[in-house]
């Protein structure tokens, strides 16, 4: 049974970087897309990035374009966002989740497993 556990969220100022690490347990790493979400307070949780197998077709939502980076190292079964120039509007719950078929789309439905999150919190 896959499992995911997420670190390296934290509170940070505007203009900041963070990266997060999302380690997986279980299963066949290489063989799943990854994906990356974020909750709002309030808010619903929304697709943030993806990435396939082999580390291609990588996928990002427009908001964070040129700003986020997503990758994955498969030997240590770990995916990441790597995040800079961070703004206030990024503050949010971030979730990695497992593609177990690699279908590859950006609605939560398609993703199977997903980890607790970790928060992100970014001042002005």
């Known amino acids: 049974q896959v499992q995911l556990v997420e670190s390296g969220g934290g509170l940070v100022q505007a203009g900041d970087s963070l990266r997060l690490s999302c380690t997986a347990s279980?299963?066949?790493?290489?063989?799943?897309?990854m994906g990356w979400f974020r909750q709002a307070p309030g808010k619903e949780r929304t697709f943030v990035g993806h990435?396939?197998?082999?580390?291609?077709?990588?996928r990002y939502v427009d908001s964070v374009k040129g700003r986020f980076t997503i990758s994955r190292d498969d030997d240590k079964k770990q995916v990441y966002l790597q995040m800079n120039n961070l703004k206030p509007e990024d503050t949010a719950r971030y979730y990695c989740?497992?593609?177990?078929?690699?279908?590859?789309?950006?609605?939560?439905?398609?993703?199977?497993?997903w980890g607790q999150g970790t928060q992100v919190s970014v001042s002005s």
């Open positions: 990435i396939g197998r082999g580390g291609r077709n990588i």
């Open positions: 279980g299963g066949t790493f290489r063989r799943y897309a």
């Open positions: 989740a497992a593609d177990l078929n690699a279908i590859l789309t950006t609605v939560e439905f398609s993703f199977d497993v």
